[in-house]
T-cell receptor, first 114, second 113 residues
Framework: DSGVTQTPKHLITATGQRVTLRCSPR?????VYWYQQSLDQGLQFLIQ???????AKGNILERFSAQQFPDLHSELNLSSLELGDSALYFC?????????????FGPGTRLTVL | GDSVTQMEGPVTLSEEAFLTINCTYT??????LFWYVQYPGEGLQLLLK?????DKGSNKGFEATYRKETTSFHLEKGSVQVSDSAVYFC????????????FGPGTSLSVIP
């Protein structure tokens, strides 16, 4: 158990809908990362937050957004969903943002768009 | 930009065989290098890391040495077990104006008894 929790574990929805994925980092970790893992794209970095502020953006679509709240939990919002958004979404956390810091991954949320 | 390349999988080995998974990277500065492992149905977890040239990371019998001259970080294990079956990701992290981890595509390993 990494100490990172993600909810829900599974999510099935229809095209055009909007969903929210939630992540609680390990106690004391200030940095939260979101990743998308799909068979054809592999593991793609989406976005990083540090202590409530956006730190880095990766391959995140404009239909997707995220935020980190004062209690450090984070939410990833996916809107106007398309079939291709079906994937495993991971959240990870780390203590700070030093490059040698280990990232601790949650178990993921499996999103299926029908 | 920064990138990580790994050998294509899947790799299938017999128990107690020697394992090598190649990883090479491209980076503008001096990154930290990682190997993460993903067991079936789980998230990724750090296997080992190295933060500077010639450092050797090791854990659970796995080793990898940071080779700056060849920009490589190959993963090795002398004798694999069935329980090592998983997907292995090589990754780098470089602090430029922000911290971002770049993962390789992953190499699937199956160890058969």
């Amino acid at each position: 158990d990494s100490g990172v929790t993600q909810t829900p574990k599974h999510l099935i929805t229809a095209t055009g809908q909007r969903v929210t994925l939630r992540c609680s980092p390990r106690s004391g970790d200030l940095s939260v990362y979101w990743y998308q893992q799909s068979l054809d794209q592999g593991l793609q970095f989406l976005i990083q937050y540090y202590n409530g502020e956006e730190r880095a953006k990766g391959n995140i679509l404009e239909r997707f957004s995220a935020q980190q709240f004062p209690d450090l939990h984070s939410e990833l919002n996916l809107s106007s969903l398309e079939l291709g958004d079906s994937a495993l979404y991971f959240c990870a956390s780390s203590v700070e943002w030093e490059p040698h810091n280990e990232q601790f991954f949650g178990p993921g949320t499996r999103l299926t768009v029908l | 930009g920064d990138s990580v390349t790994q050998m294509e999988g899947p790799v299938t080995l017999s128990e107690e065989a020697f394992l090598t998974i190649n990883c090479t990277y491209t980076a503008t500065g001096y990154p930290s290098l990682f190997w993460y492992v993903q067991y079936p149905g789980e998230g990724l977890q750090l296997l080992l890391k190295a933060t500077k040239a010639d450092d050797k990371g090791s854990n659970k019998g796995f080793e990898a040495t940071y080779r700056k001259e060849t920009t490589s970080f190959h993963l090795e294990k002398g004798s694999v077990q069935v329980s090592d079956s998983a997907v292995y990701f090589c990754a780098l992290s470089e602090k430029t104006s922000y911290d971002k981890v770049i993962f390789g595509p992953g190499t699937s390993l199956s160890v058969i008894p």
